[in-house]
């Protein structure tokens, strides 16, 4: 497809249990991002990856939440013993250049609404 | 106080009307300035991209950057109902710096 594609769009997961997202980045983006929206709120940075290289995680808001992107297209998301504080849509986004030092901008997919029981 | 400030609305119009919204900023690093169209549901959909102060227009968009006073703005023209959802307005600093803050987005409704 010519966006970026997230999977699954809804999540209904009980608190304790184990999730993840999944992001299929446009092709050819070097640059994935993960963000979190919380309701009536803004986009919150988590994570970047250049291709496989994860070069920043200092917005995963505890260690229950990993990302990885093992061959620089594909990205997941796992949140471990989810707490209904991580109920949230949780967007992912890609871009063509190699993060700050390009001018190429962010594209979004629809996101993953995740709640949490 | 956040980095952006941004008011939630919400803000109602007839169709036709010139719509302004806008957003403030402390952090002097900003140098890109976005505005994302976010209807509901949906992902954040880029509409303009700006770098530094000034103006850009894409058809019934305007944005403004005021980098000076820290504001920028987002003009729409003439709006339509298609045009009702959520903008984001959206910043980043230059050079290595690539993590957008966003404001927590205005809800547009346009009134047939």
């Known amino acids: 497809g010519a966006g970026v594609s997230q999977s699954p769009r809804y999540k209904v997961a009980k608190r304790g249990q184990d999730v993840a997202l999944r992001c299929d980045p446009i092709s050819g983006h070097v640059s994935l991002f993960w963000y979190q929206q919380a309701l009536g709120q803004g986009p919150e940075f988590l994570t970047y990856f250049q291709n496989e290289a994860q070069l920043d995680k200092s917005g995963l808001p505890s260690d229950r939440f990993f990302a990885e992107r093992p061959e620089g297209s594909v990205s997941t998301l796992k949140i471990q013993r989810t707490q209904q504080e991580d109920s949230a849509v949780y967007l992912c986004?890609?871009?063509?250049?190699?993060?700050?030092?390009?001018?190429?901008?962010?594209?979004f997919g629809d996101g993953t609404r995740l709640s949490i029981l | 106080q956040k980095e952006v400030e941004q008011d939630p609305g919400p803000l109602s119009v007839p169709e036709g009307a010139i719509v302004s919204l806008n957003c403030t900023y402390s952090?002097?690093?900003?140098?890109?300035f976005m505005w994302y169209r976010q209807y509901s549901r949906k992902g954040p959909e880029l509409l303009m991209y700006?770098?530094?102060?000034g103006n850009k227009e894409d058809g019934r968009f305007t944005a403004q950057v005021d980098k000076s006073s820290k504001y920028i703005s987002l003009f729409i023209r003439d709006s339509q109902p298609s045009d009702s959802a959520t903008y984001l307005c959206?910043?980043?600093?230059?050079?290595?710096?690539?993590?957008?803050?966003f404001g927590k987005g205005t809800l547009l409704t346009v009134n047939p």
């Open positions: 952090n002097s690093a900003f140098q890109y």
């Open positions: 986004a890609s871009s063509l250049g190699t993060g700050g030092w390009s001018n190429q901008p962010q594209h």
């Open positions: 959206a910043m980043r600093g230059g050079g290595s710096n690539y993590k957008l803050t």
């Open positions: 700006t770098y530094s102060s």
